[in-house]
């Protein structure tokens, strides 16, 4: 193989992969019908099911080829019945478009929305699920992409538990990164990808769904592909329902055995943390500031920076790039005000010095006053 150069993701996924991942996409070549597909699907259920202790017990993995937004999509589609009313707690692209997909498949619900750069409005929440008796599921994202906002699920599954309606989940960009509580924040699902904080290859998503739901209600699927409990009775026969992308389930079951030999989310979310923090204190010493009002409402994986007056993203990208690192833009409105960093993926604390010494070469400090930097 071609050594390709070393580049660094800092995008919220795909992500810099180790090694043993990247390896793993060249294992035989595999029918889906063979007994050993079996054992490869039934391995990464497991191991996705146990990746928080919390779920172990009451909650199972099923598997979905396709992005994040197919798992999403997945489980709004199959869990919202056209007779029930979803409430989606939306602050962001993600919590949004869980809403198009309501709409979409023609499911009745209704939105509290906040601006982007604010919190969920919990109050708002509160008072329609007191008015509304008709709701029967409240739907968010757990860490909004769109800012690095970590969402506060907790107050909002405490809510959820009081009036006994269940919680669906966007986790994409937090399983396997972030404290997730299950029964407490009352979860009946929650969907998720490989390539984001588990450090796999897109191609394999997944929802994490109450065995209780999948036994005891029909599917109210709209879609033949994205129907959860096809899909759960194939897998649970030791069969899938369609072909699957068998190489990115190589490079799962890779990222979740180093997961596990890692010390589990635990051990990433204090990994991402640190490099987070790091990364922060090195921008803002270099006189950046960050899009939200406090570094203390930010997930441990992502930073939504400013852009300085006169510096464009498309700038700093072509510059980062020639460093070795892609940064990634803010999204619609955003998109000329911020640039995002994630930390996702094989990243070391030496990366993000060097980084953040790039940042400092290509720009200089911000805000200094001195002469315009000579730019190579
Ligand atoms: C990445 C992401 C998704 C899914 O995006 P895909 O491009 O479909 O993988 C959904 N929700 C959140 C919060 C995300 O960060």
Request: proline share 5%.
């Amino acid at each position: 193989m071609l050594p390709a150069r070393r580049m660094r993701l800092l995008n919220p996924g795909p992500v810099t992969l180790t090694d043993e991942v990247r390896e793993a996409l060249l294992g035989s070549d595999l029918c889906h019908r063979q007994p050993e597909y079996t054992a490869l699907q039934d391995e990464i259920r497991q191991r996705l099911q146990t990746v928080y202790s919390d779920a172990a017990a009451n909650y199972t993995a099923v598997l979905v080829t396709g992005s994040g937004t197919a798992a999403v999509e997945c489980m709004v589609d199959s869990l919202v019945p056209r007779s029930g009313r979803a409430l989606v707690v939306a602050n962001g692209v993600y919590g949004e478009r869980i809403a198009s997909i309501l709409s979409i498949h023609q499911k009745p619900f209704e939105v509290v929305s906040s601006p982007w750069t604010g919190p969920i409005d919990l109050a708002g929440v509160e008072r329609r699920l007191a008015a509304s008796p008709a709701i029967t599921h409240v739907i968010t994202v757990h860490h909004e992409t769109t800012t690095g906002r970590l969402n506060d699920v907790a107050s909002l599954g405490q809510l959820c538990r009081q009036h006994r309606v269940p919680l669906l989940l966007d986790t994409v960009s937090s399983f396997g990164g972030e404290l997730l509580r299950f029964a407490e924040w009352n979860v009946q699902a929650c969907a998720a990808t490989a390539n984001k904080c588990l450090h796999g290859v897109p191609g394999t998503a997944f929802v994490l769904v109450r065995r209780d739901v999948l036994e005891g209600q029909k599917s109210a699927a709209t879609s033949l592909y994205l129907d959860l409990f096809r899909h759960w009775s194939s897998q649970q026969q030791g069969s899938t329902q369609f072909t699957p992308a068998v190489q990115s389930m190589y490079a799962l079951r890779a990222a979740l055995s180093e997961l596990e030999a890692d010390g589990g989310w635990q051990t990433r979310h204090a990994h991402y943390l640190a490099l987070s923090s790091r990364l922060r204190r090195q921008l803002i010493d270099l006189g950046f500031s960050l899009l939200l009002e406090d570094e203390s409402v930010y997930s441990s994986t992502l930073t939504s920076f400013n852009l300085p007056p006169g510096v464009s993203f498309d700038r700093l990208y072509a510059e980062m790039v020639e460093h070795g690192f892609v940064i990634y833009p803010g999204q619609k409105e955003l998109q000329t005000r911020i640039f995002r960093i994630a930390v996702m993926g094989d990243l070391s604390s030496s990366d993000i010095d060097e980084f953040a010494m790039g940042v400092e070469g290509v720009i200089g400090p911000v805000g200094k006053h001195q002469p315009a930097p000579v730019l190579h």
